[in-house]
């Protein structure tokens, strides 16, 4: 390989490298910026079928902007009256389950285990003062925790509110945009370049439109089955579950855990309990063996532990929105990995000198 050609590959090494680093350093500033950029990404398509009924692009931005504003207010206005009315239905009902535990749990453990445990009122609150220390303890690392909390919350606020703003601008700046990227890219390496920019493009396009379909699907299945079996506010919790696979494992833990709360404290005896268990479970079924499979495709399957690895990696970076954009991007990146290792096998590192 010629010096010049060298000292060239190295600087777009070390080039890559110092993004990189950048990016990890700046992760909670660029949040918002890679959260507008994915939504822009994914509404794009419909401001330019606006813009080709002849509306001004401006308009056709705005007019998407408030339609996903509009999505977003409905679904907020749906669950959060429902989930707030069946909170203060599971306070209501807690002291009869907790004379039910009392009366239930509390001989077993003491047969068990030889545990003198008792659930009603007055016996927690002798606990409690028997543990004041420990208590306090934890009391001080929940202060500091909801002060953190609280700083994250600003931060989520500033996000929520600056997301949009920049999507606007990216929407409507978007083919200009493309544009400049397009010029800057070296000429020798242009045709590769846009060939892997269309592989990821394609890959996206499936990830993301076939993951809306799946959340849709599943969140009717949900708040469907929920409302077969009995379960109060099923649609809200059905919706809540089916909007939330999203977010790999944490969306379907926190409606499992949530519907499983509802029926334990709300019904009599296992049948409630066994039938959220089987709503679930098919639920999980559907989504793993049909739905994910036809409508996001296979192409895109990331293992498991490379799943949990691109979430945590994402959120250590990006915090909460870092968990929503890590499948995406690692899609993304599936394509990146694919050409290099292309280019591995090709080359004389792997192959040999005398190759």
């Known amino acids: 390989m010629p010096i010049d050609h060298r000292l060239q590959t190295a600087l777009w090494i070390g080039l890559v ?3 990189l680093w950048l990016v990890a350093l700046l992760g909670p500033i660029l949040t918002p910026f890679l959260l507008a950029g994915i939504l822009a990404y994914i509404c794009n398509p419909l401001v330019d079928r606006l813009q080709g009924l002849r509306l001004p692009r401006t ?22 009256p429902l989930l707030t009315r069946e909170a203060g239905v599971v306070a209501a009902r807690l002291p009869d389950a907790l004379t039910k535990a009392n009366e239930q749990i509390g001989p077993w453990l003491q047969t068990t285990f030889g545990l003198d445990l008792k659930f009603d009122p007055a016996s927690l609150r002798s606990l409690a003062v028997e543990n004041m220390d420990s208590l306090q303890g934890v009391a001080q690392k929940l202060f500091q925790s909801l002060r953190i909390g609280g700083v994250a919350a600003v931060g989520l606020l500033v996000n929520l509110t600056l997301t949009p703003v920049v999507m606007f601008y990216l929407l409507l700046d978007w083919h200009p945009l493309l544009a400049r990227v397009d010029n800057a890219i070296p000429r020798a390496w242009h045709a590769k370049t846009v060939s892997m920019a269309r592989e990821v493009d394609a890959v996206l396009s499936q990830f993301l439109r076939g993951q809306i379909l799946v959340m849709l699907t599943l969140a009717l299945y ?52 066994i039938a959220v268990l089987a709503v679930y479970g098919l639920g999980q079924l559907l989504e793993s063996f049909l739905l ?14 490379a799943v949990i690895f691109a979430l945590m ?10 968990v929503l954009l890590a499948l995406p991007a690692s899609a993304a990146l599936v394509v990146a990995l ?11 590192a792997y192959r040999g000198p005398d190759a």
């Open 17 to 19: 490298v110092a993004m």
């Open 59 to 80: 308009l056709a931005v705005l007019t998407v902007l408030l339609l996903l504003l509009a999505v977003l207010v409905g679904l907020v206005g749906v669950l959060i």
């Open 222 to 273: 949900y708040s469907l089955a929920l409302w077969i079996v009995g379960l109060p506010s099923a649609i809200a919790i059905g919706l809540f579950t089916g909007l939330l696979v999203f977010v790999p494992y944490i969306g379907f833990a926190t409606g499992f855990i949530l519907a499983l709360l509802v029926a334990a404290l709300q019904f009599d005896g296992l049948g409630p309990i």
């Open 292 to 305: 994910t499979p036809y409508l996001v495709g296979e192409r895109i399957g990331l293992h498991p532990l």
């Open 313 to 322: 990696a994402f959120g250590q970076l990006f915090g909460f929105f870092g």
């Open 338 to 348: 694919r050409e290099l290792r292309t280019l591995y096998l090709a080359s004389r």
